[in-house]
């Protein structure tokens, strides 16, 4: 058993002083306020519970600083991504995972929903362990001790009608029934979960939607929805109706989706969403990068649809500044201020992203949820005279704050630092091993 004590925690009942909490096997047995800390290990600082990254794409973390050189759109972006796609392989994607996550834990993230579609070696041919790619996530994951939802995803078009390019074959099993067989030989543990996904209405026919969707009928499910506008246009020329509505019909949207990005809706697609339950995530700080718009996010909520976040293409691995960015978003877009309070953003990135991805037990400080700790630096220049309140951590810290992380009980990271690896070299030498 291990014991934490926090100066200041957020609890489900508010903020407390002088949280004393007990863990055993990863999880809380006991949270106690107004206790003394005894031999207990000290948390200073704001407490929260730890965030939850429910999209993620380890891959393009390699592409932050080298995109931003030229004008162009998201589609000219991804032929960027395209070309460290490539050129990775097993044993390189593990590196740059493990490093990435690693970035992430020093952000509070203790839990990844990782998008995973790039399954198998140039060409589209196959390595003696058809889910070596995804398998190497998997490790990355456990070495650094983040736990990670494998959301494997189902990659079959270059577009719609359109047939696949030369990277894009690296994606593919042929057809969702391949896709399914590979699938079912990953297994996931305690600390990974093994989830399923589309990647858009433009990767998977919408003769083949319905049978990703009901593949796995009981694990997360996720799909990139509307996330540009030349996307709906494609989907209604072929289709005669918009991305949401062809999921609707395929059976996609339900309480275990999440439909990534949302950007580009109409008030039916929105009501699709909401009357369904389906996770509306959002990832801010990549919508802003890729210049693919602003989504609805207060009628998604005021429909049903529950907020999530992410940080995607990991231009910033910062949920608190994805957090605030939903609201500072919703502000440009209106004109008025006050549409998310710090509570429902913080609750996005912690209770309801962990359910999103599999984690049902995690992101809340109680007894018997999973023991994850995020301590905040309330000292920094950000956060100094701000007075340690929720406001605080979402409209006033950033990842650079995250001073300590608590993951299923064990303390990974310690003043700003990873205990078992050196991240930002790790980053550096992985980077460059995929890169010009």
């Known amino acids: 058993m291990t014991s934490y004590w926090c100066a200041t925690a957020l609890l489900p009942t508010g903020i407390a002083h002088g949280v004393l909490v007990s863990t055993a096997d990863g999880r809380f047995t006991s949270v106690a306020p107004d206790a ?7 948390l200073n600082g704001l407490v929260i519970p730890g965030l939850a990254n429910c999209h993620s794409h380890a891959f393009h973390r390699a592409l932050r600083g080298r995109t931003q050189t030229e004008r162009g759109t998201f589609w000219t972006w991804r032929d960027q991504m395209y070309a460290v796609a490539a050129a990775l392989t097993p044993d390189t994607y593990y590196d740059l995972a493990k490093a990435v996550y690693g970035e992430m834990l020093l952000a509070g993230i203790t839990a990844v929903g990782e998008f995973h579609y790039l399954h198998h070696a140039p060409g589209g041919h196959r390595y003696d362990d058809p889910n070596a790619m995804g398998l190497a996530l998997i490790a990355a994951a456990r070495d650094v001790g983040i736990r990670i939802t494998l959301l494997d995803t189902c990659y079959l078009a270059g577009g719609i009608d359109q047939p696949l390019n030369e ?8 057809d969702a029934t391949a896709w399914a067989s590979r699938v079912s030989q990953l297994t996931g543990g305690d600390d990974v979960v093994i989830g399923a996904a589309a990647h858009s209405v433009r ?6 939607l319905g049978a990703v969707a009901s593949a796995f009928p009981d694990v997360p499910l996720h799909i990139h929805l509307s996330e540009q506008v030349a996307e709906n246009a494609a989907c209604l020329e072929a289709y005669g109706r918009t991305p ?5 019909e395929a059976g996609f949207l339900s309480g275990r989706t999440s439909a990534v990005h949302a950007t580009h809706l109409t008030a039916v697609d929105v009501r699709l969403l909401g009357s369904s339950a389906t996770y509306s995530c959002f990832c801010p700080t990549t919508e802003r990068d890729l210049a693919d718009g602003i989504g609805p996010s207060v009628q998604l909520r005021d429909a049903g649809s529950a907020l999530t976040l992410g940080s995607d293409s990991h231009a910033v691995i910062d949920l608190f500044e994805e957090m605030r960015a939903v609201e500072l978003d919703e502000r440009l877009a209106s004109q008025e201020r006050g549409h998310w309070s710090a509570a429902e953003l913080l609750k996005a990135a912690t209770a309801d992203g962990h359910r999103s991805i599999g984690f049902e037990d995690a992101g809340v400080i109680e007894v018997g949820a999973r023991a994850d700790l995020v301590a905040l630096r309330l000292d920094s220049v950000r956060t100094a005279g701000t007075g340690g309140t929720v406001e605080t951590a979402v409209f006033a810290v950033s990842a650079a704050d995250v001073a300590d992380v608590v993951v299923s009980g064990k303390q990974v990271v ?3 630092n990873h205990l078992t690896m ?15």
Not at 422 to 436: K, M, Q, R
């Open 36 to 42: 003394e800390p005894g031999d207990a290990q000290i």
């Open 167 to 174: 990277v894009q074959q690296r994606f593919s099993d042929g």
């Open 203 to 208: 990767g998977v026919p919408q003769d083949q």
């Open 244 to 248: 949401a509505q062809v999921l609707d």
């Open 414 to 416: 310690v003043d700003g």
């Open 422 to 436: 050196d991240v930002s070299t790790g980053l550096a030498s992985s980077i460059a091993a995929v890169t010009p």
